[in-house]
């Protein structure tokens, strides 16, 4: 019961989490774009606590990259509904909106 006397409905349901991991190459110009559009982004379309962004340097972390197959950087993935792989800076903000499912156009 609330103090208000009526029944009181607490949301505690887990929100779905969002997995995404952008491979990037060291700090080149086409990487830290990358990094700013995607937290851009991040930071507009979804709530806090619902996505887990990666950044993986593919310079540092190479066997990563082989075993992801990730042949071109920067290259974002998005594990969650919908699945994706997007390459680029991600400039395109409304394609990286609607790949990633985040506008009514998605669908």
Known sequence: ???????????????????????????????????????????????EGCYVLTVIDVMKDPLRALNDEILVTPTLICLGAPSVRILGDLSDREMVVRSLGLSDEAE
Do not use: Q
């Open 1 to 47: 019961m609330s103090p208000f006397g009526g029944n009181e409905v607490i949301d505690n349901a887990p929100r779905p989490k969002t997995y995404l991991y952008l491979y990037v190459a060291d700090e080149s110009p086409n990487s830290v774009r990358a990094i700013a559009n995607l937290e851009a982004i991040c930071r507009e379309y979804f709530e």
